[in-house]
């Protein structure tokens, strides 16, 4: 049985009201529009007081259990299904997602109620932001205005669920750090009212994400883990065009955020495009400036129709193939397809897949490291086993040097000879493979070959003493 970790973990507050009428239907536990309007029929039947476990929730679990994701499209969503052990797995399952055990418990039993609330809660629904981007809107909502009712409704549900909150993503709709509302609530977090918690993710346009704005809101911003900035150009004169006045604002507090990350005070750094016909073109400076401040992901976004914005459909939709400038725009991702923190939800599969991958690099990452585990008790046999899972998932170059390194313990020095090759095709100029090929060669008793690889190892690093000593006894 294969899941998506969402429905058994997550709420995500939005305000499709055309799609649903009634108040409580804007909680969703994913992406709106990710959803058919079959769900949204059921969605009107919930109520405020249950909409955790109510008629869609289990409606919605119940035929994930039996394999059917008839409620989804799951062409627009991209998110990859989980076994039940690895959305057990804190290593594995996405840090926005985790699953409380008692819930996990309920998933072995296909059981559609939840006993633990929501662990993951993503508020959209305040609209209050300094900026009037054509791609979102055609005003200024500011802080004189009145909050909405969904608004409200969905900062007092945080309160209403705090005890079993452990992630809290702020805000897709408008600026946390310009909306009073979401000021308020950020610098009011904290593990006495909120014992569970233990990341906040930031949505941001960056103009006010400063050092100075970080510490007013103290103790709530010491939990901020990931940082997502919706940026749309890297150039001053596109900016204007797309966003604003800020760019030199942004600029500096990019950087800022870049060195919060170089130094692991953030552990996700990630650019958001909307790409527009006005935008496109600016790909290349928004990858560089990625580059240069540590930025691990950047994600392309298709733009989609919007009754707020500026803009019209038709003239900015350079994804659609109709549009004149659509084979520019897609020659300009191909030539990017293979750019490691470029991603995309546009038709790209080299890209799409990334995501995927991500979750196998996960699941790669755990076997190494129990790999490690069995390496240092000398368990070799052990280690052998888990640094092969790890190799199927995701092959890294030094997955194969420490399973080189196994089998060259237990005297397998075949398999030892041909697996430190193999990390040598993937990392050139690979000190550590060239001297185990060196060792190895002198335990086969072939001290020609064991003085090749050691001369290609003493050229990278001549004054390594380990090195030097076994040369002068190679053929000892």
């Not at 802080?143 to 007092?156: Q, V």
């Not at 958001?272 to 935008?279: A, E, F, G, L, T």
Request: aromatic fraction near 14%; proline fraction near 5%; glycine fraction near 2%.
């Amino acid at each position: 049985m294969k899941l998506c970790p969402y429905p058994f973990s997550r709420l995500q507050t939005s305000n499709f009201t055309d799609r649903f009428d009634n108040l409580f239907g804007t909680f969703l536990p994913c992406v709106p529009s990710w959803f058919k309007d079959e769900y949204f029929k059921l969605k009107k039947e919930d109520k405020l007081d249950d909409i955790w476990n109510g008629v869609a929730a289990q409606e919605l679990r119940k035929r994930m259990y039996e394999g059917d994701f008839s409620f989804c499209d799951r062409k627009a969503c991209q998110i990859p299904l989980f076994s039940i052990d690895e959305l057990a797995d804190p290593d594995i399952v996405f840090k926005e997602t985790p699953i409380p055990p008692e819930n996990i418990e309920a998933i072995k039993n296909k059981n559609p109620i939840m006993p633990s609330g929501p662990s993951s809660l993503y508020l959209t629904s305040d609209f209050t932001c300094n900026l009037n981007c054509p791609i979102c809107r055609n005003k200024i909502i500011t802080n004189e205005a009145k909050p909405t009712d969904s608004a409200l409704e969905e900062f007092d549900y945080v309160f209403s669920v705090k005890d079993s909150l452990e992630v809290i993503k702020l805000a897709n709709g408008g600026e946390v750090f310009y909306s009073k509302l979401q000021r308020k609530l950020l610098k009011s977090l904290n593990n006495d009212d909120f014992p569970k918690l233990r990341r906040v993710h930031i949505v941001s346009n960056g103009t006010m994400f400063n050092k100075k704005n970080y510490d007013l809101l103290h103790p709530g911003t010491k939990f901020i883990r990931d940082v997502n900035i919706s940026l749309d150009a890297a150039t001053k004169e596109i900016y204007e065009i797309v966003r604003g006045p800020n760019f030199d604002d942004v600029i500096k507090n990019v950087k800022w955020l870049g060195e919060m990350r170089k130094s692991n005070n953030i552990e996700f750094y990630s650019f958001h495009i909307i790409i527009v016909k006005d935008n496109f073109r600016d790909i290349p400076n928004i990858i560089n400036l990625a580059k240069e401040n540590n930025v691990d992901r950047v994600l392309l976004q298709p733009f989609l129709a919007n009754p707020y914005g500026q803009y019209n459909t038709e003239e900015q939709s350079v994804h659609f193939t109709s549009h004149p400038d659509h084979k520019e725009f897609m020659d300009l991702l191909f030539k990017y397809k293979d750019e490691p923190i470029l991603y995309s939800y546009f038709d790209i599969p080299e890209m799409n897949e990334k995501i995927n991958k991500d979750v196998l690099i996960s699941k790669a990452q755990k076997n190494y490291k129990i790999a490690n585990k069995f390496f240092t008790n000398k368990q070799f046999k052990e280690s052998i086993n888990y640094y092969l899972d790890a190799i199927n998932q995701c092959p890294e170059y030094y997955f194969y040097f420490e399973l080189a390194e196994s089998y060259r313990e237990i005297n397998d020095l075949e398999n030892a000879i041909m697996n430190y090759k193999l990390a040598i095709k993937l990392k050139e100029n690979y000190f550590d493979a060239f001297f185990g090929l060196s060792i190895t060669f002198k335990l086969k008793g072939l001290p020609e070959e064991a003085s090749i690889w050691a001369q290609k190892a003493i050229s990278l690093e001549p004054n390594n003493q380990d090195l030097i000593s076994f040369i002068q006894n190679i053929k000892h």
